[in-house]
Nanobody, 113 residues
Framework: QVQFVESGGGLVQPGGSLRLTCKIS????????VAWFRQAPGNQREVVAR???????YYTDSAKGRFTISKDVAQNTVYLQMNSLTPEDTGVYYC???????WGQGTQVTVSS
């Protein structure tokens, strides 16, 4: 059973940075892409950034220019570098692939002064 383990969240001030890590307990190449999602309080889970099998990436407008998604295929790990954080970035961050597998626990990101 493939599992996703997210880590790296925390409390950060506006303008700060965090690097999230998604460890996949399986071969990352089983997925056509892997994405980071955010679930803000009271909202549905939504995609933030996506990285495709051969390296191209996609960002939502709010993430573009501030976030960078990357991966280490040897470690079956996907990262999300988040800079210039704002309170609107607050939420639980999850990763998952395509095809979708069971969701992990996520990692909480709180941006507050």
């Amino acid at each position: 059973q493939v599992q996703f383990v997210e880590s790296g969240g925390g409390l950060v001030q506006p303008g700060g940075s965090l690097r999230l890590t998604c460890k996949i307990s399986g071969n990352i190449f089983m997925f056509t892409d892997v994405a980071w999602f955010r679930q803000a309080p009271g909202n549905q889970r939504e995609v933030v950034a996506r990285i495709f099998r051969y390296g191209s990436s996609y960002y939502t407008d709010s993430a573009k220019g501030r976030f960078t998604i990357s991966k280490d295929v040897a470690q079956n790990t996907v990262y999300l570098q988040m800079n210039s954080l704002t309170p609107e970035d607050t939420g639980v961050y999850y990763c998952n692939g395509n095809p979708e597998k069971p969701w992990g626990q996520g990692t909480q990101v709180t941006v507050s002064s």
